[in-house]
């Protein structure tokens, strides 16, 4: 059994060399020369004179050099940090500044576009560019170097590493501030791949579709499994849900891993009659399917298996629903994956009563090391697991999700809601202090207040209700301007909404809850 993450590739290429192990537009790959190139990149990186466990970031579309990107640094025993290849500027340069990134992967187009930014990232050392300059070279203060002499490396040497040290750091928006560094050991990623691989009864003869950023833990998941089973994977980053349709027939898809709002868009699409003699299962996490996208999903692939999930970041994947289960237990995230516990407690850690509404608290090796360099938000979320014997000197820690459920008579969970502010839309968690940061910053505005409503395609849609600054005139188009300049798309609000004033509850903060109740009817009857 593999302890260690890029020990799934390498066993994989060991077994069957030859196999397919990634595709990508025209290009394939197979396991012979992914763990080849996954072992020149190490020896790349060793020659950079990176340390032992120093970060490696990684901002590029899926593509091949992404995958040896991050399975490459993990091989030369640093840790790698994928970047979500949506984000701007200002976002990047704050995990690279976050986690003190020593090395950076990316092209000559987004260095450029980077450059401002990365002159105020004090760590940063290298620049691998993956690419040729296509006009002038990249102006660096770091050391740039070419992808294809980086590969040429020939030192054997390489930092060791145990399965409980770190190997990954992925970044989640918490409900205040900045996003915050999850920080994933060996073992809690190959632990999640065999998990999810044995519900799933993947094999070598899969084909997967990742569509899904490799900054989700989500979609990283898709290339883990695969590496530990020795399936293919191919990559797409994809502009219209029926270019999916399409791959999914050329390329005979067997499992698919989608959120919500795709697969909204993917159920009201007419799809081939023969796709499910190859398409075996799909897979759904990021926030609850609507009950009609389930329906209609249903109908037009009958002989797909459909897996509702749960995951948390912070334990990387924690329930799933056997597709068995679907009819008879609607609406339930099922139970908790091989090899973890979930529990349903009150605030002070007993156990709920069937049907008991409490928070949701998973335990076991899937359960990370924190975030980075935050003791603070890390003691909020990582607490001692309940019912310990206290016998016990070193208490086990677990995930207290913040995320409140109930569990029925046969243990099957149902989620009920959140315990703090977060947005979950289009399958990300947004902070909603980090779109009101940048409408502050345009000083149009006196408060303002960003929170999500019930959308019926992305789960929630963020709606801004703001006040302007005095001296002012509202201008909503400005304002939501700045956000698209500043902000990722998934995060640019859907709707402003002007007042007077903004409620508040007795401790002056903004009362948000009163504000998401006025909302509620009144943006879904706009945006119907």
Known sequence: MSDLLFELLLRSANRAPQARALASRATGIDYATLATQTENFAGGVMELGLGRLERVAIYLPKQLHTVVGMFGAARAGCVFV?????????????????????????????AAVLAEE??????????????????????????????????????????????????????????????????????????????????????????????????????????????????????????????????????????????????????????????????????????????????????????????????????????????????????????????????????????????????????????????????????????????QDPALVLQEMAVWSGDTVRMDEDGYLYFVGRRDEMIKTSGYRVSPSEIEDVIFSTRMVADAAALGVPHPTLGQAIVVVATAAPGTVPDRDAVLEACRRQLPLFMVPHHLEWRDELPRNPNGKYDRARLAQELRELYVAKDA
């Open 82 to 110: 994928p970047v979500n290849p949506l984000l701007k500027p200002p976002q990047v340069a704050h995990i690279l500044r976050d986690c003190a990134v020593r090395a950076l992967v990316t092209s000559h187009e987004r």
């Open 118 to 387: 990365l002159a105020g990232c004090p760590d940063l050392a290298h620049l691998i560019l993956v690419d040729e300059a296509v006009s002038t070279p990249v102006r660096a203060q770091q050391a740039v170097h070419s992808w294809d002499n980086l590969l040429q490396a020939t030192t054997a040497r390489r930092h060791r590493v145990i399965d409980a040290d770190v190997v990954s750091i992925f970044y989640t928006s918490g409900s205040t501030g900045k996003p915050k560094g999850v920080v994933l050991s060996h073992k809690n990623m190959v632990t999640g791949a065999q998990s999810v691989a044995q519900y799933l009864e993947n094999t070598a003869e899969d084909r997967l579709l990742a569509v899904l950023p490799f900054s989700f833990d989500y979609g990283f998941s898709q290339l883990s499994t695969a590496f530990q089973v020795g399936a293919s994977v191919v990559l797409m980053d994809y502009l219209f849900a029926r270019d999916i349709l399409a791959l999914l027939v050329k390329e005979r898809i067997t499992g698919l891993a989608g959120v919500p709002p795709l697969w909204s868009q993917l159920a009201e699409l007419k799809w081939p009659a023969d796709i499910t003699q190859h398409l075996r299962y799909i897979t759904n996490s990021g926030g609850a399917m609507p009950a009609e996208t389930l329906r209609r999903l249903r109908a037009a692939v009958p002989r797909t298996q459909v897996f509702l999930m749960y995951g948390l970041t912070e334990a990387f994947r924690s329930t799933y629903l056997p597709p068995s289960e679907i009819d008879r237990r609607p609406g339930s995230m099922g139970k908790a994956i091989p090899n973890a516990e979930v529990m349903v407690v009150r605030p002070d850690g007993s156990p709920c009563a069937p049907n008991e509404p409490g928070e949701l608290v998973h335990r076991g090796s899937l359960v990370a090391l924190g975030y980075w360099n935050d003791p603070v938000k890390t003691a909020e979320r990582y607490k001692p697991a309940p019912s």
